[in-house]
């Protein structure tokens, strides 16, 4: 929207050029998501305070989340807003890639707004049934992967890379590209979600994934920079990284208030819209591999439950004390803070090794 304006005001004002620079911009967008969630923070807690949307803690959680019933919940739509009323601002929307992510976004969005709804306001434990949550987390990654198969300008876009191997192009076909997608998709919306069990585990470590990608999707957007580094080259993606940078903004203000001791949670909400932006930004740039390490936690998480459930189911005995593994060790005595800041320099370590992929090829 302003990129539109500046444009206009740049034929009579050669200082308004500034604003077509993609680093710019993205400045700015991060900016502004920090300003929007710093500015509407304490006023959505004080809501969901008021009309008693707060934390619900099940009884096999550790006993120390026992004083964090009632913290307000439903916090991610704070990041939604500011993810997209920054997007909005600043970035080109006559860029497929822009709306697609934000489709995505706000799509998972509405399946974890329904579903916490019906926990913290209808009183429903379970929250919208499995299967149905499953259903629209599947609607959302097919047409996602749909969309970008029907609107690819070049064979990349379509084609899968592999880090730390220069020659490696395997084209997926329209079958192997949506199956690829849709488990990108659904897999890290749900690998976030589990994560989010702790003050700030969760979003900062997909902040950390999102500044990554937002490099990647810069790069790849730059025929030069990616002939350069030998990634993929993607035109038009290098846009993403307006919605990169407005995602950090976004989580460094939700993180404001959710570092612990946590005013508010993010709930399904975020947490499911975030995984699912941070996977649809993966496919674009074509580095599905690469987020994997540097979301790394994420997919520990993620392992730890299915090893868990399946080690139960076959053998009766369980390998961890609990899971997600975050649980685990807590009950082994750490401290939450400690288990919080450690899983971040992980993560931290995680996303400079993605990072490095772009000159190890």
């Not at 807690?45 to 026992?66: C, E, M, S």
């Not at 997926?172 to 659904?186: C, P, R």
């Not at 500044?211 to 957007?221: D, S, T």
Request: overall charge positive.
């Amino acid at each position: 929207m302003l990129l539109w304006l500046s444009q206009r005001l740049a034929e009579t004002a050669s200082l308004f050029n500034v604003f077509s620079y993609l680093t710019f911009r993205a400045i700015l967008a991060a900016v502004t998501a920090l300003a929007i969630s710093l500015a509407i923070g304490p006023w959505m807690i004080a809501k969901l305070t008021r009309d008693q949307i707060g934390q619900v803690v099940r009884d096999y959680i550790p006993a120390a989340h026992q004083k964090k019933v009632g913290t307000p919940t439903m916090g991610g739509l704070l990041i939604i807003v500011a993810i997209a009323v920054s997007t909005l601002l600043w970035a080109d929307l006559g860029n497929r890639f822009v709306w697609i992510v934000l489709g995505v976004t706000l799509l998972f969005g509405m399946v974890g707004f329904w579903d916490d709804y019906l926990k913290l306001v209808k009183k429903n434990p379970k929250g919208l049934i499995a299967r149905y949550k499953y259903f629209w987390q599947s609607v959302g990654g097919l047409a996602a992967a749909l969309a970008l198969w029907y609107t690819a300008r070049t064979a990349v876009d379509t084609t899968l890379f592999l880090p730390f191997v220069k020659n490696f192009a395997l084209p997926l076909g329209i079958f192997g590209f949506v199956l690829l997608t849709y488990l990108m998709i659904v897999g890290m919306s749900n690998a976030v979600n589990l994560t989010d069990g702790l003050d700030g585990l969760a979003i900062m470590p997909a902040v950390m994934v999102a500044a990554a990608l937002g490099v990647f999707a810069y790069a790849a957007g730059n025929a030069v920079f990616a002939g350069y580094l030998g990634i993929p080259a993607v035109p038009h993606a290098g846009e993403l990284l307006i919605f990169c940078a407005a995602l950090v903004g976004a989580g460094l203000g939700f993180l404001w208030f959710n570092t612990y001791p946590a005013q508010v949670f993010m709930g399904d909400i975020g947490a499911l819209s975030i995984g699912a932006a941070l996977g649809t930004i993966a496919v674009i740039v074509r580095q599905e591999l690469v987020v994997l390490v540097m979301g790394g936690i994420f997919v520990l998480e993620t392992a730890s439950v299915i090893l868990q459930v399946a080690s139960f189911k076959l053998t009766g005995k369980r390998i961890f004390r609990m899971a997600p593994i975050h649980h685990h060790f807590e009950l082994k005595g750490w401290a939450e803070p400690k288990v919080i800041v450690r899983f971040w320099i992980i993560t931290f370590f995680l996303v400079l090794a993605g990072l490095a992929t772009l000159k190890l090829r």
